[in-house]
């Protein structure tokens, strides 16, 4: 695979960008994503929607009263709200001319994992997005400091139940195991006197607050310091933690390089990462300009945004819904704002079971040819798609269109899937005939259904 291909899939969503890392080299391409913007407008979608604790409880009073029509139709609109949040989201990763930053933010939305499903508040969830959005490249402590008050966080992981007098540990125990430090660096007793400082703090209308009625102000013993604390004190002795850098670098190395990183890069990388004060700008800089000039190919098993976000740029295909590929990625277990638990998708080989691949390559069927991709639909229903189009060059002959091929989709080509391509496309093949694109759209297929497809 042409190296700026592949980079452009590690950075991004599909290849659309090989052409822009190769002509600006890695270091200005990563500079511009750096410096990309962030819309703060408030989607259209959310401007009626509920967002402050008076609006929600008159909504909740609204449906204590509301005959059964009336609770469906309130019902209605927050499934409409929160699957118009999610084609928001694709249509910012399809469309972003630098889209590493959506991809940023897509990590750190699996490392925070907050759900509509359980918070409710399409709202709540959309402000927290857009802190990850927002902080993508900034600080890890000061994102960890503000996505831990924030309403949906609270929500998600249960603080509104934790108390004086009847502790709940949920975010108390995350905020150590999943988010910063990561297992065997802390104790139980951390996690108990972290709930005692969590103690109260509930929704608010802009972010999360304490209500002092519900506080616990006990002095307690976390991490080896001793005093009264709240949640931003908890957080600074987090981050006074030797080994606080490595958790998250682990993670970002597995989010866009290796499926398993080897220690010694986790050890690197992590100590550099404490040594910026945990700037995640640095971080990514020197991870991604040290990695794209190794030969690491092969490295990792694609995503199902990145396998059907590529698909869709190589076939030219253009729809204004994408309620189709809601569904896919929910089929494979990729449904977003709605990991399967707090730990969120767990990645690598979970992206590559047999009904998965099953899946994918039925996809690329329906994309390329029409059939089904998600079993028998009536036609009236079925989402409309534009004709699938690829990009070759019509002066060449069917073994430079193979190289060009597979020199942008494949990491490798052994002796045995060269000779299926030449069966697919022959040696007589006329790039400029009628039916070229036709014959050049099922070599891509084929190509979409091998293992090497699925790997970057």
């Known amino acids: ?69 009336e609770k469906k139709a309130i019902l209605k609109d927050q499934i409409k709200n929160s699957i118009a949040l999610q084609h928001w989201w694709l249509h910012k990763m399809q469309n972003e001319k630098f889209p590493l930053r959506e991809k940023m933010t897509c990590f750190w939305h699996n490392h925070f994992v907050s759900t509509l499903q359980k918070v409710k508040v399409t709202y709540w969830v959309y402000q927290h997005n857009m802190i990850l959005r927002e902080n993508a490249f900034g600080n890890f402590k000061d994102i960890t400091k503000k996505i831990i008050q924030t309403n949906a966080m609270v929500r998600y992981l249960d603080n509104v139940d934790n108390k004086k007098g009847k502790l709940n540990e949920n975010l108390s125990r995350e905020l150590l195991e999943l988010f910063t430090l990561g297992i065997d660096n802390y104790t139980e007793e951390d996690v108990k006197n972290g709930a005692k400082a969590l103690a109260g703090l509930h929704l608010g209308n802009e972010k999360a607050i304490y209500r002092p009625r519900l506080e616990d102000n006990d002095t307690i013993t976390y991490l080896g310091k001793t005093g009264k604390f709240k949640v931003e004190d908890l957080i600074d002795i987090i981050f006074e933690q030797k080994n606080t850098s490595y958790l998250i670098t682990e993670k970002i ?95 690598g080989n979970h992206w590559l079971t047999s009904q998965i691949y099953l899946q994918r390559n039925n996809a690329s069927d329906f994309l390329t040819n029409g059939n089904a991709i998600l079993g028998r639909r009536k036609k009236e229903t079925q989402e409309k798609l534009t004709e699938p189009k690829i990009n070759f060059n019509s002066n060449g002959n069917n073994l430079t269109i193979i190289k060009e091929l597979t020199d942008r989709l494949l990491f490798n080509v052994e002796e045995s899937i060269q000779k299926d391509m030449e069966s697919i496309l022959k040696y007589d093949f006329n790039p400029k005939s009628e039916n070229a694109t036709a014959a050049v759209l099922r070599l891509f297929n084929y190509i979409t259904k091998l293992p090497e497809f699925q790997i970057i």
Do not use: H
Request: net charge neutral; glycine share 4%.
């Open 253 to 347: 190395l597995k989010w866009f390089i290796y499926d398993t990183p080897p220690k010694e890069i986790i050890q690197y990388y992590g100590d550099y990462f404490k040594s910026v004060n945990f700037e995640i700008k640095p971080l990514l800089l020197k991870i991604f300009i040290e990695e794209y000039s190794k030969n690491i190919s092969g490295c990792k098993i694609k995503d199902p945004l990145v396998f059907s976000l590529q698909l869709l740029e190589e076939l030219q295909i253009k729809n204004t819904k994408n309620d189709l590929l809601l569904q896919f990625l929910k089929q494979q277990g990729m449904d977003l704002f709605n990991q399967p638990n707090v730990k969120g998708w767990t990645g």
């Open 1 to 69: 695979m042409n190296t700026n291909s592949l980079w452009s899939l590690r950075l991004g969503f599909s290849n659309k960008e090989s052409q822009q890392i190769e002509k600006l080299g890695i270091a200005t391409f990563l500079e511009y994503s750096f410096a990309s913007k962030t819309d703060n407008t408030l989607p259209d979608f959310l401007k009626d929607s509920p967002k402050s604790i008076e609006e929600l409880k008159s909504i909740r009073e609204n449906i204590k009263n509301a005959n059964e029509e």
